[in-house]
């Protein structure tokens, strides 16, 4: 069974940044997609950025290319999303997720392509 432990989040004025940390442990596979996603009052699960642990594909939501950056520790099984430039747009709670395999152009943006889930962190961005 698959744990992930999320770090980070907090408050900020816009502008700033954060920078968010996720931790897999009880992994048993080689090949792993680990993302973020995002949920804010009242409106869908939307997919920010993602990265395959093993393998070298990233994936970013239009509306935070150029500002957010996702990274790896491929040993660690950890992914990082270091925000900058934020909105207050990007107020939300930012969910860690995993896959055990690979992720492509679409399943990288999809909720239900995860099994693993994060407890979520919250990302508060004032004007």
């Known amino acids: 069974q698959v744990q992930l432990m999320e770090s980070g989040g907090g408050s900020v004025q816009a502008g700033g940044s954060l920078r968010l940390s996720c931790g897999a442990s009880?992994?048993?596979?080689?090949?792993?997609?680990m993302g973020w996603f995002r949920q804010a009052p009242g409106k869908e699960r939307e997919g920010v950025a993602a990265?395959?642990?093993?393998?070298?594909?990233?994936y970013y939501a239009d509306s935070v290319k150029g500002r957010f950056t996702v990274s790896r520790d491929n040993a660690k099984y950890t992914l990082y999303l270091q925000m900058n430039t934020l909105k207050p747009d990007d107020t939300a709670i930012y969910y860690c997720?995993?896959?055990?395999?690979?992720?492509?152009?679409?399943?990288?943006?999809?909720?239900?392509?995860?099994?693993?889930w994060g407890q979520g962190t919250q990302v508060t961005v004032s004007s």
């Open positions: 990265a395959n642990i093993g393998g070298l594909s990233s």
């Open positions: 997720a995993a896959h055990e395999d690979f992720c492509g152009d679409y399943s990288w943006r999809t909720p239900r392509f995860f099994r693993y």
């Open positions: 009880g992994h048993t596979g080689s090949r792993y997609c």
